[in-house]
């Protein structure tokens, strides 16, 4: 008859204190969040976008989150088109971004950056420190008339 195995004894505290948390490094880099992303304005919708629009999408949000918020706002906005949006402007056909506690959150609403060369559109949001939140994609330039 064959022996029965024996249950091997493991002390929990010993297991925790052997796995140390990975430790990431702080980066001033951009990185982008999708909390505020907005999809019910039909204006801001990419539902009927086709895969080139969201390739693009990633390759653009690749390539920004190399950069400081610095980096993208001033030395390189006017080749990403990126500039603060002045709600106010008679050619904005929106007056803010609709978020709950918008005036808390947003000290400057932006276009961030457009996804390429007159192709596939815009995409606006806003920076708190160095997490920029994309709240609209705007893929047929409707933010400006």
Request: glycine residues 2%; proline residues 6%; charged residues 20%.
């Amino acid at each position: 008859m064959p022996k029965k195995p024996q249950k091997t004894k493991v002390s929990r505290n010993k297991l925790s204190s052997d796995i140390s948390p990975t430790q990431l490094k702080s980066t001033p880099n951009i990185s982008f969040s999708f909390v505020y992303l907005q999809q019910q304005n039909p204006k801001f919708s990419y539902n009927q976008q086709d895969v080139r629009y969201f390739t693009a999408l990633l390759e653009r949000l690749k390539s920004l989150s190399t950069m400081t918020v610095t980096e993208m706002t001033v030395q390189n906005a006017k080749s990403l088109r990126c500039h603060p949006i002045d709600w106010n402007d008679s050619r904005v056909t929106e007056k803010s971004f609709g978020i709950p506690n918008e005036k808390q959150l947003v000290d400057t609403p932006y276009q961030l950056f457009q996804l390429s060369s007159n192709e596939h559109g815009r995409v606006h949001g806003f920076f708190i420190q160095n997490m920029c939140y994309i709240v609209w994609l705007d893929p047929d330039h409707n933010l400006y008339s």
